[in-house]
């Protein structure tokens, strides 16, 4: 009886390192994924600013190279007959379309649904190209 008591003694200490090794690993496992999961929380978070970071960036460049591109004059509404049917000033056309891309970024911070303000923020890049390609190459 006393045999059998001492092998019973060896088995449960050759387990216990398994189950230490066991639970190191558990315990990585659980820390991995709790940074993991508090990166992904910080990217939600921060998801309208990194969202609108490229957005601004580009809509500020574009304004730049329209600023010194454009004419003084900067014809809008361009007619089948070549002309302009109305004229605006350099300020305007660059300030405008740069004021309207803004105006929808501020919106994308205030609405609960942040994608369709910054989809319409992106097509709003599309107007300082098209003024500088009517009024630098007109047809």
């Known amino acids: 009886m006393e045999d059998s008591g001492v ?8 387990v216990k390192p398994v189950q230490n090794g066991f639970d ?6 659980s820390k991995t994924n709790h940074i993991i ?7 939600f978070r921060l998801r309208k600013p990194v ?3 490229p957005v601004v960036f580009f809509a500020l460049r574009l304004a730049a190279y329209n ?7 900067v014809g809008i509404n361009l007619q089948a007959t070549g002309e302009f049917a109305q004229t605006i000033s350099r300020h305007m ?14 919106l994308m911070f205030f609405a609960r649904k942040a ?9 709003t890049l599309a107007l300082p190209l098209l003024l500088l390609i009517s009024n630098v190459y007109p047809a």
């Open 24 to 29: 190191r690993f558990k315990n990585t496992v």
């Open 93 to 106: 056309a660059v300030m405008g379309p740069l004021g309207l891309t803004l105006g929808c970024l501020l």
């Open 115 to 123: 994608m369709y303000a910054w989809a319409i923020s992106i097509f």
């Open 37 to 43: 999961n508090l990166i992904g929380v910080w990217l």
């Open 7 to 14: 092998f019973v003694d060896e088995q449960i200490e050759t």
């Open 51 to 53: 969202m609108a970071a």
């Open 67 to 73: 600023s010194s591109h454009l004419p003084e004059q």
